[in-house]
């Protein structure tokens, strides 16, 4: 009988062989001596330390070199029981090779894993008193689907040096530790005295359950955690939370603070039940939003060895029915720095103190997920609805940047962070980029609160439609708008004055200016960016402009508040040919590819730097 696997074409035309890859080439969950190579031969293959031998199917791996094992795109691998991790290996997804615009969009089309019985999937221990270390990089894991998988770690056991790149934990649960359970104790032996750590990276938690620690449970702070998005995970106890530390570091790691820190940074949580973090000694929060969780943070910091900066936390709950945003144990002393949150969180530093909002409307939309109102819609939100598009890994919110606003000063969370002005007083600066990997201001005195910063658009590069004659095109600019709103119609005179055509303003301010050709057609737009061009006559050709619409953000701008887009909109006799949207691909790769990367290269931040 035919073993289910992998099209081994498929990873073979991966690109270039690496030393020590092993192409995993079934996803059953085997362990028998044949020609396949499934996922638990693999990596026993390597805990083994075979080298030129091969294991059951399994090759690739040579001596004294790391060990890469290689999965199929959008495969599923079933385990029937976890998988025992004791020796190092880069666990990752490999793709057909692609290069420039082709090139796959990190994090979408992961592997995945996934536990068939009551189990976790990967228990990462060799016993030993040596830290060796395990990277997983665009893989998801999904766990049993039961209500307990395992008591301690409902996806991943570790006492490792754990990486996790582009990675998705889902479905786990455990007693302790839903998705993650981390040691980060010293082995029995006493000469040990290296812990295990969990590093994760640009990664997604979501419906993960435990009675601690639904994200992570770790007996003492040893995490380091960036860019990443935490949604829908529950942890039942009210005293712990989805991100637990059991007890604090030792003396000797706390007195290190803050050159050695562990860390949550440029992450955003929403939807999840139990406090987000325990704040202990040690541990440092900085650029997260914080929106829409049952509760918020609980701080227990007595010795001054943490703290929490440039961050957004508000609406926990959401709908507001209690200030639930942040906690305190008696006797705690955390920075709490140029936050943007509620009352329970207090005003902090008084050198570098909170904004504490006192509104009511805080998301532009009917829930935490969805479609964001227009700056028409809803004149006062705070905040986009959480949105992630089908072709990036991560959504998050978007800050608004409202129309009262008279600059940008007037924002609460654009340009809020701070240049350290007082020595005496330790001020903690964001990060160096947000959760989409965007660069901040390299001197940190402009950037913004959140996990987000704004990016502000310029001049883009090339849209368009080649039409039949009779059709109309329809153009979407919602991706050309970057971190802006168009502004309203009835806002354009204060900015532009009088339409000079005679007629009345349309969303965004728009103007029309021509190019190569005379106008051929007519142009209407909307708030929401939807741009359609209605031809006049059977002409036959191009029509070629650009045109330039205001933004929430650019209107600052007082020479250019403006950004401009070219258009081309080709219309041709009917024939045998079918209307197609312009790409990147085919024939007109050259031609188009051009102005889609001088468009990248203007989409740059040049926000004004006020007060």
Known sequence: MLKRSIGIGMLCIAGHAYSGEIKVTTTEDVSKDDTECSLREAIEYVNRDFVDSGYQGCVGRIKDTGSTLLLGSKLTYKLNTHIKISAPLHLRTVYDDTTGFDKPVAG?????????????????????????????????????????????GGLIYNNEFLTLEYVKLSGGSAKQGGAIYNVAVPAADKDATERSLVDIKSSLFEKNTADEGAILYSQVPRFRISNSVFRENETTLTTSANIYSAKSLDDAEIAAFPLMIFKVAGSTFYKNKGFII????????????????SAGIQFNAPLKKAYLANSIVLGNPYPVTQDNNCTFVAGDKSFI?????????????????????????????????????TLSEDKNALLCPYVQSD????????????????????????????????????????EAADQRDQNRDSDNIFCDRGAIEIIVPSTTGLVGKDLLIGEIAKISLTE?????????????????????????????????????????????????????????????????????????STRFNKTRPYMEVNVHVVQEPKNDMESSTVSTSGGSFGFFSIFTILGLVGLRRYKNKQG
């Open 480 to 552: 050309y708008l970057s971190d802006s709103d168009l502004v309203p119609k009835e806002e354009c005179e204060a900015i532009l004055g009088k339409n000079p055509t005679g007629e009345a303003w349309q969303a965004g301010c728009m103007q029309v200016i021509q190019t190569q050709t005379a106008s051929k057609g007519k142009l209407t737009i909307d708030e929401e960016g939807n741009l359609v061009y209605t031809p006049q006559g059977t002409w036959h050709g191009a029509d070629l402009f650009k045109i330039r619409l205001v933004t929430s």
């Open 391 to 430: 072709a990036t890994f991560l959504g998050y919110f978007r800050p608004r940047i409202l129309m009262s606003y008279q600059g940008l000063s007037d924002s609460l969370i654009v340009n809020k962070g701070r240049l350290q002005l007082n020595v005496d007083a330790p001020l903690m600066g964001c």
């Open 278 to 293: 325990n704040v202990l000694d040690g541990i440092g929060l900085n650029n997260l939003t914080v929106v829409g969780n």
């Open 337 to 373: 720095q140029n936050n943007l949150v509620a009352n329970s969180c207090t005003s902090g530093d008084s050198n570098y103190p909170n904004d504490i909002w006192s509104g009511t409307q805080l998301i532009a939309g009917d829930s935490l997920e969805g479609k964001c109102k």
């Open 108 to 152: 979408v089309n992961n592997a995945i894993i996934k536990m068939l019985a009551k189990d976790n999937i990967f228990v990462i221990d060799d016993t030993k008193k040596e830290v060796f270390t395990i990277k997983m990089t665009e893989v998801s894991l999904q766990g049993c689907n039961q209500s307990v998988c395992a008591d301690k």
